[in-house]
């Protein structure tokens, strides 16, 4: 089950490096690359449904009825390690790539030295999330929703005007939905992946047996993931390991690589 990749850089240090939906791989860790290609070798993936992965998987082979699980996952990068000859690395995960930087840090802990999460998902579970994805009839529900998108984005500029969301949600969410293909990503980005999911004390503390050190990016603007949503994860951290920065969701990556930057100088 082949993932595409970009390999950005060429420093002598590996990083494995996971991207947000709708995202590839190369655009959205190209920051990192630009001030650290000296210290990193970036193999930046395209997951599942996105970029060119999307052309390289074989009919449902992941699907609403075959969702990755952490097994098959272990696996993908086991095989991916193994033709590369990599023995140690670190992890990135920005937004939906959290939550397989977060399966590949469960499965591969004796290995990884760093990992920066960047509003990671998979750190918590939105009760929505879970409503969505768990049982068939309601991710029929959802993808109807999807299929008529029109009806939820008016819902979200009324919820606007009322000032219970913010534009910059309701942005984001029609610029997600604007076409079939990007509804498409969306849908089965959600019910693809339900079955990563963690216990995140008991990673931590796995984690910190292996001495693999958690670096913690969270946007003060951020309208799709709070920092409450991290709580059980950043409520473990050092002071630190754990950064809020002065940006919103989608320049997150650039905003933190100042910052990791100066953790590996």
């Not at 690395?89 to 802990?109: H, I, N, Q, W």
């Not at 969701?249 to 690589?257: F, Y």
Request: proline share 6%; glycine share 6%; charged share 20%.
């Amino acid at each position: 089950m082949p993932l595409h990749y970009h390999r950005l850089g060429h420093g002598p240090h590996v990083l494995l490096a996971f991207h947000g939906i709708g995202q590839e791989g190369a655009s959205c860790y190209q920051p990192l690359a630009d001030a650290l290609g000296d210290y990193y070798t970036i193999y930046a993936f395209d997951l599942f449904f996105h970029g060119q992965s999307r052309d390289l998987l074989l009919p449902d082979t992941i699907s609403e009825d075959k969702p990755i699980t952490k097994a098959a996952w272990k696996q993908i990068i086991q095989d991916f390690l193994s033709s590369h000859s990599i023995d140690r690395f670190d992890v990135a995960g920005f937004s939906m790539g959290g939550r397989f930087a977060l399966a590949t840090l469960e499965a591969f802990p004796e290995r990884i030295d760093k990992a920066f999460l960047m509003a990671p998902d998979g750190v918590s579970e939105h009760p929505l999330y879970g409503l969505a994805t768990r049982l068939a009839p309601a991710r029929r529900l959802f993808h109807w929703v999807l299929d008529h998108h029109e009806t939820l984005i008016h819902a979200a500029r009324l919820l606007e005007k009322t000032r219970l969301i913010s534009g910059s949600l309701v942005r984001f969410v029609q610029h997600m939905l604007a076409t079939p293909e990007r509804r498409h990503t969306v849908y089965h980005s959600w019910v693809a992946f339900r079955q990563l999911r963690f216990d995140i004390p008991a990673l931590y503390n796995t984690l910190q047996k292996h001495g693999v050190l958690v670096y913690l990016f969270m946007g003060r603007h951020d309208q799709m993931l709070r920092p409450a949503q991290v709580a059980p994860l950043s409520r473990l951290l050092p002071p630190d390991q754990y950064h809020i920065l002065n940006c919103g969701h989608t320049r997150l990556v650039a905003h933190a690589t100042p910052y990791i930057s100066t953790l590996l100088k």
